[in-house]
Nanobody
Framework: VQLEESGGGLVQAGGSLRLSCEAS????????RGWFRQTPGKEGEFVAG????????DYADAVKGRFTVSRDKAENTVYLKMNSLKPVDTALYYC?????????????????WGQGTQVTVSS
């Protein structure tokens, strides 16, 4: 399985970005995708998760109401729409995949990772 993120960039506070995570490889039914972010010196932080088959979503408290995770099954792609961005959202964002129905919130439980895409929010 290969995961490839895109869509990061530089945006002003209050702005929006949409990240994409395209997967290639074996079938993805019964899998879950997670979005994590990491800043230098800190551990990876769960942002959002989505069950591929169920569509069930979960969000970190810090992003609830601002971020939305969705999927396009035909494109094997998961999206993270980020609205009302804040400087504290600045991080390297990673997409991950695990073969479970419900997305875990801890990075250790994921089997596959993308390379990450940088999101920088200026004040």
């Amino acid at each position: 399985v290969q995961l490839e993120e895109s869509g990061g960039g530089l945006v002003q506070a209050g702005g929006s970005l949409r990240l994409s995570c395209e997967a290639s490889g074996p079938a993805f039914s019964g899998s879950a995708r997670g979005w994590f972010r990491q800043t230098p010196g800190k551990e990876g932080e769960f942002v959002a998760g989505l069950g591929w088959s169920t569509g069930y979503t979960d969000y970190a408290d810090a992003v609830k109401g601002r971020f939305t995770v969705s999927r396009d099954k035909a494109e094997n792609t998961v999206y993270l729409k980020m609205n009302s961005l804040k400087p504290v959202d600045t991080a390297l964002y990673y997409c991950a995949m695990q073969y479970t129905v419900v997305a875990a919130t801890t990075p250790e439980e994921y089997d596959y990772w993308g390379q990450g895409t940088q999101v920088t929010v200026s004040s």
